[in-house]
């Protein structure tokens, strides 16, 4: 099977040309090369495939195997894949994903080499049951969370296609994330499971770290930057338009006042190309 290393401020994925190559067990497949020392590894694996109402359909399923429905930094990798390999010319394109189409804009520089892509990931979802989560009421902004010992959180929570919790809180950086992700992951309130994003507000917009469902910690998260500047407005501590430092780097934001869309901007960057032996 041949495929293209990639990542997007840091978050990395495997991505398949499913045009081409016939994955019979994706989400097994995942796991298994996504391991940082037994696989190629990356955070998960991304199917780019044929779509009857889209441009192109993607599928993107974390390391653990289980299938998100979205994936911001994900979908612009696919953005730059499908134009620099030529399955399509276009620079607007539609993008087919379990949370409905998304619209890419590609950013070429003057080799005609993908830059940036611009998402436009939709509008924010808050009621409860949508997301999923159990909170009686929504939007949920800043509800105090039980979380383990280590007592109470206050959480705002939405989805951008997929579960978000989003804690702002006061330093980050000494977080220990691989304790307080899981239990939040996990927690009963979120019954498909939910990513989480630590944020501290900073001059110029927002520092943020994430606990991804089904990957533990990234260096990046798109639909999670999304989540972390819809929920800094809902709580008064950012602009519509902020810039999200992640630890790979930063991404643009805007949820646009007049549309309730939320566009996201960053990089997408190929690293390597590769092939692997499905068999052993
Ligand atoms: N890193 C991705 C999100 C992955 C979300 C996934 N961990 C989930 O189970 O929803 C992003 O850039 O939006």
Redesign the pocket.
Known sequence: MKFTKMH?TG?DYIYVNGFVEKIENPSELSRKLSDRHKGVGS??LVMILPSEKCDFRMR?F?SDG?E???????SRCVGKYVYEKGLTDKTEITLETLAGTKVLRLWLNERKKVEKVTVDMGVPVFDAPSIPATFEQWPVIRYPLPVGEDGIYEVTSLS?G??HAVLFLEKIDELNLPVIGPIIEHSPFFPN?T?TEFVEVVPGGLKMR?W????GE?M?????ACAAVVAAVLNGVADRKTTVQLRGGSLEIEWNEESNRVYLTGDAVTVFEGETELEN
């Open positions: 997007g978050n955070d998960g993107m974390n289980s998100s429905e979205m994936c911001g930094n994900a951008m997929n579960p499971r990513n994430v991804e469902r089904g990957a990234t990046a998260c798109g639909t999670g």
